[in-house]
C-alpha cells in the first residue's frame, strides 16, 4: 500500500509562485521505493486529468508536459519521502486540483491510468 498527501496549494495572483508538496509512505512504496515513478497531475471541473509532470525516483529522469515546461520544477527528496513541484510564473490556465500519483513500474508515462496511487488533491487558484 502506498499513501500520498499533497499540501501546498492555495491562492496566488499570475505571475506568482507556488510549491506543492507530496509525502509518500506506506509498506510497499518502503521496500520498493526505487522502483516508483511519482507524477503530478492537474484537473479542472469537466475535464480529464491532464498530466503535468513526472520522476523517476531512482535515477530522477523527468518528463514535463508542454504547457509547464520551463516555467514548473519536479523533484524529490529520498530523505523525506516527498516530490515537490515549484510553479512558478503561474498564469490563470494553471488554476486546478493538483494530484500526487504513484507509478510503482520504472517507467516514465504519462497517462493517468498508468498510475496505482493517488493523493486527495491540493487546490491551486491563480487570479488574473
Known amino acids: 500500500q502506498v499513501h500520498l498527501v499533497e499540501s501546498g496549494g492555495g491562492l496566488v495572483q499570475a505571475g506568482g509562485s507556488l510549491r506543492l508538496s507530496c509525502v509518500a509512505s506506506g509498506r510497499t512504496f518502503s521496500n520498493h521505493f526505487s522502483s516508483y515513478v511519482m507524477g503530478w497531475f492537474r484537473q479542472t471541473p469537466g475535464k480529464e486529468r491532464e498530466f503535468v509532470a513526472a520522476?523517476?525516483?531512482?535515477?530522477?529522469?523527468?518528463i514535463y508536459a508542454d504547457s509547464v515546461k520551463g516555467r514548473f520544477t519536479i523533484s524529490r527528496d529520498n530523505v523525506k519521502n516527498t516530490v515537490y513541484l515549484q510553479m512558478n510564473s503561474l498564469k490563470p490556465e494553471d488554476t486546478a486540483v493538483y494530484y500526487c500519483?504513484?507509478?510503482?513500474?520504472?517507467?516514465?508515462?504519462?497517462?493517468?491510468?498508468?498510475?496505482?496511487?493517488w493523493g486527495q488533491g491540493t487546490q491551486v487558484t491563480v487570479s488574473s
Open positions: 520522476i523517476m525516483w531512482s535515477d530522477r529522469s523527468i
Open positions: 500519483a504513484a507509478r510503482d513500474t520504472p517507467q516514465l508515462r504519462v497517462g493517468s491510468k498508468e498510475y496505482n496511487y
